[in-house]
Nanobody, 116 residues
């Protein structure tokens, strides 16, 4: 059974940092493309960042480039999203996504709120 579980969300002040984690199981994590998405209230879900199976390549949405860093530890079946210089516009539910063998697997999301 595939499981994708995010954690690390919370309330942070503007300019602060958070690190999200996503632990996955039930598939070959080291072969999966991993992505982070987010969905703000009243808006569509948007792609944030992605990392290839070996971690050799990363890409970011323009809105987070230079502030967010995606990484992974295949030994721990975990992908991370380090978020720095957070802004109120970053407030959203953040979702982890695994793309493996032609299938998309989603976590339940973790809330990130940036507010003073």
């Amino acid at each position: 059974q595939v499981q994708v579980v995010e954690s690390g969300g919370g309330l942070v002040q503007p300019g602060g940092s958070l690190r999200l984690s996503c632990v996955a199981s039930g598939f070959t994590f080291s072969s999966a493309l991993m992505r982070w998405y987010r969905q703000a209230p009243g808006k569509e879900r948007e792609w944030v960042a992605r990392i290839t199976s070996t971690g050799g390549s990363t890409r970011y949405a323009d809105s987070v480039k230079g502030r967010f860093t995606i990484s992974r530890d295949n030994a721990k079946n975990t992908v991370y999203l380090q978020m720095n210089s957070l802004k109120s516009d970053d407030t959203a539910v953040y979702y982890c996504n695994a793309w493996w063998a032609g299938y998309d697997y989603w976590g339940q999301g973790t809330q990130v709120t940036v507010s003073s």
